[in-house]
């Protein structure tokens, strides 16, 4: 038998367009790199469009929820015109100090700061013009009452209503029919 002289071009280090193990190694872990890279893209390319959609989900169920006259287009109401064109102005009134209806023997008092708030400054001269009127119809309407009516929140509440309509009434004829929003107390206490 004849031996063969053929050398094994993966063992030769001179061989033409071959490498060495050391070499072999080398590649092998440089290979990878670009396979990291396009899997890394192709999640990337993925992800972009369903973050988009997404994001374009909450969008549309965040308009679908929002009250008619807050979208854009939609027409507005004259209340929300009057409430985004211009603050509100409130007027102060002097305390009023009354004597309250007898549940019993002994006599209560009402002392209440109140402030009516309103529309604009043409109702503030309104309610000057008219303060004697609004002082005698609130005073009149504070002493008709009784302890026991006013000390719940239900009773200050149907007070402030009483009280607003009462108010009201000497501005009917020279301010607009919205004029006066609420009556607010500023104070109150029974003695």
Same mark, same amino acid.
């Given at each position: 038998? $004849?031996? &063969? ?16 193990? @050391?070499?072999? $190694?080398?590649?092998?872990? %440089? %290979?990878? $790199? ?10 990337? /390319? ?6 988009? $959609? ?10 679908? #929820?929002?009250? @008619? ?15 985004? &064109?211009?603050?509100? +102005? ?7 100090? +009354?004597? /309250? ?6 006599? #209560?008092?009402?002392?209440?700061? /109140? @402030? ?7 109702? +503030?001269? @309104? ?7 609004? *002082?005698? *119809? ?29 108010? &009201?009434?000497? /501005? %009917?004829? &020279? ?13 109150? +206490?029974?003695?």
């Amino acid at each position: 038998m $004849a031996t &063969s002289t053929i050398k094994d071009s993966r063992t030769d280090p001179k061989a033409p367009g071959k490498s060495t193990p @050391a070499k072999d $190694a080398a590649e092998a872990e %440089a %290979a990878p $790199a670009p396979q990291k890279k396009r899997g890394l893209l192709k999640v990337l /390319l993925l992800l972009v469009p369903l973050l988009g $959609a997404a994001g374009g989900g909450a969008w549309y169920f965040l308009q679908a #929820q929002e009250p @008619a006259a807050a979208k854009p287009g939609a027409p507005k109401t004259a209340a929300a015109k009057a409430v985004s &064109s211009k603050p509100p +102005v409130f007027v102060t009134l002097d305390p009023f100090t +009354v004597n /309250l209806q007898h549940e019993d023997a002994s006599p #209560q008092y009402l002392q209440v700061g /109140l @402030a009516l708030k309103v529309a604009d400054a043409a109702v +503030v001269d @309104a309610i000057k013009l008219r303060m004697p009127e609004i *002082r005698n *119809r609130v005073l009149l309407l504070l002493s008709s009452k009784k302890a026991g009516d006013i000390m719940t929140l239900e009773g200050k509440q149907t007070l402030s209503t009483e009280l607003t309509r009462e108010i &009201s009434q000497p /501005l %009917a004829g &020279s301010v607009p029919a919205p004029a006066l929003d609420g009556v607010l107390f500023t104070s109150f +206490v029974i003695q």
